[in-house]
């Protein structure tokens, strides 16, 4: 590893150089007044990335934790539940719902395909006695490089009580997502993805008929208690000691996207996923997502026939200094992944399609040198003007 790389992960990402910089600055006692003034003005900051007036609960953990809080203190034991899944971490929720003893209807997009809203409603429309009590799902999925139309499945929803659960760990910031005008109920980020810092820490929004409901709560819970958690957040704290580093860079992260504009951060995602697959396709490789639902956090490619994903991550890795991912879940040994969220430079994208084209020329494919990087680079030119 070289202090520079080319690093293309769908999470962590990159960080930039004055997050790292007000990451690194002297601790300071997470009871005092000094950090109250940083995690007041964390959480009204995020706010306006959620899109929400609703309380936002800060939890030391990864984004697995969050899930797992969203399931502990909405959920009880024997609820029916619906997990719409679209890759692994679909798959996930569904495996801690059942964990923690929920009663789970699973459904399960083809991989590559987003859910289908009319399939909710359809779940939902049968439920005349309104069992359901949550309906669980993904703003993006990081296996499979698709992301869910949130709006329209939000609207499925409508009529019916169940809370609306949304895993938007890797979708927060790269997609669109509005919590209150879409009546998100419980939704759960991090900060590793496109808030361009380090991991450490999630972050979840509560709606008031969700705290209604954890009110009411019985399932086992100590760390991530989020009534516990709300009480110390009106003080300014939290209930145990915070990953305060990793808020000293949220806090500036968010500054510099609150500069930049929620809206031009999306569009700069779509921009980045669209030079990814314009390189990918002219290469003759296949994208997994389909057109109309691929991700703008990653872009997952199937591998050419006979080829495994470490062919092409490692001697990314080893040789070009290009850090990429392996596929994961059910096409694990065919596909590997671009991540284009967060802090990413344009040519980044670029050199790392060039470091593709040799590895992939280097395994015996016939390919022209420079064919996915002028396709990417032509997209680039044209998307910039």
Same mark, same amino acid.
């Given at each position: ?22 990451? +690194? ?49 909405? &959920? ?36 590559? +395909? ?13 439920? +005349? ?5 949550? &309906? ?38 790269? !997609? ?13 980020? !991090? ?59 949220? !806090? ?13 951060? &999306? ?27 691929? +991700? ?11 080829? !495994? ?28 992944? &671009? ?47």
């Amino acid at each position: 590893m070289t202090e520079t790389q080319y690093f293309l992960l769908p999470g962590p990402t990159q960080v930039p150089p004055s997050v790292l910089r007000a990451g +690194s600055a002297p601790m300071v006692n997470h009871r005092g007044p000094e950090f109250k003034v940083i995690f007041q003005n964390m959480i009204e900051s995020l706010k306006q990335i959620f899109r929400t007036k609703n309380e936002i609960i800060t939890l030391t953990c990864s984004g697995t934790g969050g899930m797992e809080a969203s399931i502990v203190n909405f &959920i009880n034991p024997g609820d029916k539940v619906i997990v719409a899944s679209i890759g692994n971490f679909g798959r996930r929720y569904r495996d801690l719902a059942q964990t923690f003893g929920a009663e789970v209807d699973f459904i399960e997009a083809p991989w590559g +395909s987003a859910i289908d809203p009319e399939e909710i409603k359809k779940r939902l429309d049968a439920d +005349s006695r309104k069992e359901i009590k949550a &309906i669980i799902f993904q703003h993006n999925e990081t296996s499979t490089g698709v992301y869910n139309p949130l709006e329209a499945i939000a609207a499925a929803c409508d009529g019916h009580p169940a809370l609306r659960i949304v895993d938007s760990v890797s979708g927060m910031a790269s !997609a669109p997502l509005a919590t209150d005008e879409w009546g998100l109920d419980v939704v759960v980020a !991090a900060s590793q993805k496109a808030f361009m810092s380090p991991p450490g820490l999630a972050f979840i929004a509560v709606s008031e008929q969700a705290w209604q409901v954890q009110a009411k709560n019985t399932n086992r819970k100590f760390y991530f208690d989020l009534d516990n958690a709300r009480k110390f957040a009106l003080l300014g704290q939290t209930p145990f000691t915070p990953a305060i580093a990793t808020a000293y860079a949220v !806090a500036q992260a968010l500054k510099i996207m609150l500069e930049k504009g929620l809206d031009n951060i &999306i569009a700069d995602h779509f921009r980045r996923r669209d030079i990814v697959r314009q390189g990918i396709e002219a290469l003759g490789l296949r994208c997994v997502a389909d057109p109309g639902c691929a +991700s703008p956090a990653v872009t997952a490619i199937y591998t050419p026939k006979g080829i !495994a994903p470490p062919q092409i991550v490692k001697p990314l890795r080893e040789k070009y200094n290009a850090v990429v991912a392996g596929g994961m879940g059910d096409i694990k040994d065919e596909s590997f992944r &671009i991540g284009h969220l967060g802090y990413i430079n344009d040519l980044d994208l670029i050199a790392v399609l060039a470091a593709l084209e040799m590895v992939l020329l280097e395994l015996g494919l016939d390919i022209t040198l420079g064919s996915g990087v002028a396709a990417a680079q032509k997209h680039l030119m044209k998307s910039s003007k």
